[in-house]
């Protein structure tokens, strides 16, 4: 599976779009990429994934360079609770089974 | 729906001690796996099962590290004898199976401190 690189932190004022790069140049063609995110004391929850289209649900939008080396999540209005650590993931689909989780982004949102 | 349950939230042990983690996945979900987080890392995969056969068990510390889902259901974690360096958040989650965009959910965690 294609490494990932984000940044190690980001601070984001309530009510603005907090837009959190992740890199994954080596990403191969067969490759989701994944958004998780962990809220203190809790374990990973799925936000978002892609392969090669933008994707929008109710949580962000997923927005996918055409080269598909890089990536952004966007959370268009943050708030409070949406501060947490962002893992951003590329899984093979025939390698399904390693979901690998780099070290994060840490999203402070502030007030 | 419940999510995945898991159980003990914390648990303090001293070193050389046994302690079990249980799971409870999502009602349906064939896939289940646990991770392990240290201290300012991502979670990393110790086993994954599907139904009731450990399938990936690769990065799972087999000198002291067992793990069982008997009827392809809930599964428990042990650690035998617990060392420092276990100390750790055990996550488990499950999925409905491992093809295709595949999505996981997560428990909450057991928080092992190991003194």
């Not at chain 1, 790069?21 to 936000?47: A, D, F, K, L, M």
């Not at chain 1, 982004?105 to 502030?110: G, I, K, S």
């Not at chain 2, 799971?23 to 110790?46: D, M």
Request: glycine share 6%; hydrophobic share 30%; charged share 20%.
């Amino acid at each position: 599976d294609a490494k990932t690189t984000q940044p190690p932190s980001m601070d984001c004022a309530e009510g603005r779009a907090a837009n959190l790069p992740c890199n994954h140049s080596t990403i191969s063609g067969n490759e989701y990429v994944y958004w998780y995110r962990q809220i203190h004391s809790q374990g990973p929850q799925y936000i978002i994934h892609g392969l090669k289209n933008n994707e929008t649900n109710e949580m962000a939008s997923l927005i996918i360079t055409e080269d598909r080396k890089s990536s952004t999540l966007i959370l268009p209005h943050a708030t409070l609770r949406d501060t947490a650590v962002y893992y951003c993931i590329s899984r093979a689909t025939y390698n399904t089974d390693k979901l690998i989780f780099g070290t994060g982004t840490r999203l402070q949102v502030f007030p | 729906e419940a999510g995945v349950v898991q159980s003990p939230r914390y648990k303090i042990i001293e070193k050389k001690q046994p302690v079990a983690f249980w799971c409870n996945p999502i009602s349906g979900h064939n896939t289940l796996y646990w991770y392990r987080q240290n201290l300012g890392q991502g979670p990393e995969l110790l086993i994954r099962y599907e139904n009731e056969e450990a399938v990936d068990d690769s990065q799972l510390p087999k000198d002291r590290f067992s793990a069982e889902r008997l009827k392809g259901v809930d599964s428990t974690l042990k650690i035998q004898p617990a060392e420092l360096g276990d100390s750790a958040v055990y996550l488990c989650a499950s999925s409905l199976d491992s093809s295709g965009a595949n999505v996981l959910t997560f428990g909450a965690g057991s928080r092992l401190t190991v003194l």
